[in-house]
């Protein structure tokens, strides 16, 4: 078999969520505030997350992360016990597990920027659980996907990741083999 053969993807995910507007009542859905209402509404561009999956080799890299918005491809291991990089994308992998047989290009873009207040966290983290849970037999909701995007988020403060329904609601999965 050739080189060229061997890198072939078995297949390619694609995922995508609506970033957020309006954020009326902001945070006072948060912990601290301990309660509140809040309006959002999900709209285009997408942030959009692409898995290549490939048949594992025990000399290959298992996770390869390319944040394509900052320009960074870098390699996660499976069993380091710290984040890196990016926090929140390496615990939702972390998080959703990747199956022993496979190895995984995860590229992530979005075009509207880091920091625009649009919920980008909350697309990208719920973009690529849905993704990360088509690697496996068993399919999360929309709502489920949403639930464990708020728990990898909830664990990482620092992130804006807070309601997520506008997002779940215009998630987008699909495989190509």
């Known amino acids: 078999m050739s080189e060229k053969e061997q890198k072939r993807p078995l ?35 997408y942030a959009e997350v692409q898995i290549e999956v490939c048949p594992y080799d025990d000399q290959e890299e298992r996770v390869v992360i390319y944040a394509e918005n900052y320009g960074e491809r870098y390699v996660r291991h499976l069993k380091k016990t710290t984040w890196d990089r990016h926090p ?15 190895t995984i290009q995860v590229t992530i873009f979005c075009e509207a920027p880091a920091g625009a207040s649009t919920g980008i966290s909350a697309s990208v983290t719920v973009a690529l659980v849905g993704a990360l849970d088509c690697l496996t037999s068993g399919r999360l909701t929309p709502h489920e996907v949403a639930h464990v995007a708020q728990s ?22 699909h495989q190509l083999h």
């Open 11 to 45: 297949r390619v995910i694609n995922s995508g969520a609506p970033i957020r507007i309006c954020d009326k009542g902001g945070w006072t859905d948060t912990w601290f505030a301990e309660y509140g209402k809040i309006l959002n509404i999900g709209v285009y561009p």
């Open 88 to 102: 929140l994308l390496e615990a939702a992998i972390e998080r959703m597990g990747v199956p022993d047989d496979i």
């Open 152 to 173: 990898i988020g909830n664990r990482h403060p620092q992130t804006a990741v807070r309601d997520l329904r506008p997002t779940l609601f215009c998630l987008r999965r």
